[in-house]
């Protein structure tokens, strides 16, 4: 157990749809990692939060938002959503100082079915 | 453009065995490197690596840099039915505007038989 939540941990929805995936990260954390893993692509880095700010930004669509509250909790949302959008969605937290980003700890992850 | 490739893709060896996986990339900027073990689900972290020659060791695992061939490598020694998983190498990078990325390679799936 990595300490990271992820809620809920299956959820199945229809095209066009919007869904709201939550995270809590380990105590004491600040950052957050948003990441998507579908059969074809592997692992892809979406974003990442440092106490409640956006600090990097990978291959996430405009369709995907996510935001960090002050309670360092973070939330991905997926709108107007595609069968493609088919995956496991992971939330990684960390502890960043210094600059750097130490060892993720992942959750245990979404399953997201668009069906 | 940025990219992180694994080699071998996949990987049968047997209980008793060392491996070695390689990790290489191009990107700009580079920060750290990072190698994760995934199994059935979450990625867990092994090793961050961000300077070159410094090898890291957590028992039959190590890890070392080459910062001026770009590459990595992920050693396993007397491997076990227990490292048969998907190892993972991330590289986190920052742009000339001060923004961090992290590109994962696609990995390299090890089976070990017993």
């Known amino acids: 157990d990595s300490g990271v939540t992820q809620t809920p941990k299956h959820l199945i929805t229809a095209t066009g749809q919007r869904v709201t995936l939550r995270c809590s990260p380990r105590?004491?954390?600040?950052?957050v990692y948003w990441y998507q893993q579908s059969l074809d692509q592997g692992l892809q880095f979406l974003i990442q939060?440092?106490?409640?700010?956006?600090?990097a930004k990978g291959n996430i669509l405009e369709r995907f938002s996510a935001q960090q509250f002050p309670d360092l909790h973070s939330e991905l949302n997926l709108s107007s959503l595609e069968l493609g959008d088919s995956a496991l969605y992971f939330c990684?937290?960390?502890?960043?100082?210094?600059?750097?980003?130490?060892?993720?700890?992942f959750g245990p992850g979404t399953r997201l079915t668009v069906t | 453009e940025d990219k992180v490739v694994q080699s071998p893709l996949s990987l049968v060896v047997h209980e008793g065995d060392t491996v070695t996986l390689n990790c290489s990339y191009e990107v700009t900027n580079f920060r750290s490197l990072l190698w994760y073990k995934q199994e059935k689900k979450a990625p867990t972290f092994l090793f961050m690596l961000?300077?070159?020659?410094i090898e890291k060791k957590s028992g039959r695992l190590s890890s070392i840099l080459d910062k001026k061939e770009l590459f990595s490598i992920l050693n396993i020694t007397a491997t076990q039915t227990g490292d048969s998983a998907v190892y993972l190498c991330a590289v986190e990078t920052i742009s000339t505007s001060g923004t961090y990325k992290y590109i994962f390679g696609t990995g390299t799936r090890l089976k070990v038989l017993a």
């Open positions: 990684a937290s960390s502890p960043t100082t210094g600059g750097y980003s130490y060892e993720q700890y």
């Open positions: 939060y440092y106490n409640g700010e956006e600090r």
């Open positions: 961000t300077s070159s020659g």
């Open positions: 105590s004491g954390d600040l950052s």
